[in-house]
């Protein structure tokens, strides 16, 4: 399935519109199947389109009992951590919506188990399988990374989880969600900002291997949707 790209002129205007269409499909998903499943993600775009739905009028339409949130992947820090997605994700957003503690599926924290146990503490937790996703949101790094699958480091094909040790951006210790799980999203959408995105937006465009562009091999069942603004997108 081919990608689709949308240019919006600046940041602000690039989390103010997927703020308002991930909104309208949850809202679809809500109305079709009683829930929607909604992967989000750190970083300053998705933390900022997490904000603009907070500050949107439209926030009051959504029953929050009803969403529930993963996270493509996660610092292995302690709970509460600056670092933390989670906690970004709630200052942002969460911590100000009606939304169920149970329903927001967090990775672990580190409590002093290894990075390894806290993968097979989320995989237990999740032994059923992890849902098909209603929306993943997938920032990227400027190297081409996704959640944190990065290039010459295992992906973790046939599981829905890996850790990582020895990240190359720091924290060194991370979780995250694997293609595996986050291709299983029907809307897969790619957001980025900035001109030291540029360059991976290009390679992502013109299907770089995943080993060096890991957000290459992003793919919606539905459909999969780079978002950028004018900057990021000033290389395609």
Same mark, same amino acid.
């Given at each position: 399935?081919? #990608?689709?790209? %949308?240019?919006?002129?600046?940041? $602000? *205007?690039?989390?103010?519109?997927?703020?308002?269409?991930?909104?309208?499909?949850?809202? !679809?998903?809500? %109305?079709?199947?009683? #829930?929607?499943?909604?992967?989000?993600? /750190?970083?300053? &775009?998705?933390?900022?389109?997490?904000? !603009?739905?907070?500050?949107?009028?439209? &926030?009051?339409?959504?029953?929050?009992?009803?969403?529930?949130?993963?996270?493509?992947? %996660?610092?292995?820090?302690?709970?509460?951590?600056?670092?933390? @997605?989670?906690? =970004?994700?709630?200052? !942002?957003? +969460?911590?100000?919506?009606?939304? $169920?503690?149970? @329903?927001?599926?967090?990775? $672990?924290?580190?409590?002093? =188990?290894?990075?390894?146990?806290?993968?097979? %503490?989320?995989?237990?937790?999740?032994?059923?399988?992890?849902?098909?996703?209603?929306?993943?949101?997938?920032?990227?790094?400027?190297?081409?990374?996704?959640?944190?699958? +990065?290039?010459?480091?295992?992906?973790?094909?046939?599981?829905?989880?890996?850790?990582?040790?020895?990240?190359?951006?720091?924290?060194?210790?991370?979780?995250?969600?694997?293609?595996?799980?986050? @291709?299983? /999203? #029907?809307?897969?959408?790619? &957001?980025?900002?900035?001109?030291?995105? *540029?360059?991976?937006?290009?390679?992502?465009?013109?299907?770089?291997?995943?080993?060096?562009? $890991?957000?290459?091999?992003?793919?919606?069942?539905?459909?999969?949707? &780079?978002?950028?603004?004018?900057?990021?997108?000033?290389?395609?």
């Amino acid at each position: 399935m081919s #990608r689709r790209i %949308e240019i919006l002129p600046t940041r $602000p *205007a690039l989390e103010d519109r997927v703020a308002a269409e991930l909104v309208t499909l949850v809202l !679809a998903a809500v %109305e079709t199947r009683g #829930r929607a499943d909604v992967v989000v993600t /750190g970083g300053a &775009v998705g933390i900022g389109t997490l904000a !603009a739905i907070g500050s949107s009028s439209s &926030v009051s339409m959504v029953d929050w009992t009803r969403v529930h949130i993963w996270w493509g992947d %996660e610092r292995f820090v302690p709970a509460g951590h600056v670092d933390r @997605n989670d906690k =970004q994700a709630r200052d !942002a957003l +969460f911590d100000h919506v009606a939304i $169920p503690v149970g @329903n927001l599926h967090t990775f $672990p924290t580190d409590r002093g =188990q290894t990075v390894d146990e806290a993968r097979d %503490e989320f995989l237990a937790e999740h032994v059923a399988g992890l849902p098909d996703f209603d929306v993943v949101l997938s920032g990227i790094g400027p190297d081409g990374h996704t959640a944190s699958l +990065f290039p010459g480091f295992p992906h973790g094909e046939g599981h829905d989880a890996i850790a990582v040790s020895n990240s190359p951006k720091p924290p060194g210790e991370r979780l995250s969600l694997t293609f595996d799980a986050l @291709n299983r /999203g #029907r809307h897969v959408w790619i &957001v980025a900002s900035g001109l030291d995105k *540029a360059d991976a937006i290009s390679r992502i465009v013109h299907d770089s291997p995943e080993s060096e562009t $890991p957000a290459a091999s992003l793919r919606g069942v539905d459909e999969t949707v &780079v978002w950028v603004d004018s900057d990021a997108a000033s290389r395609l």
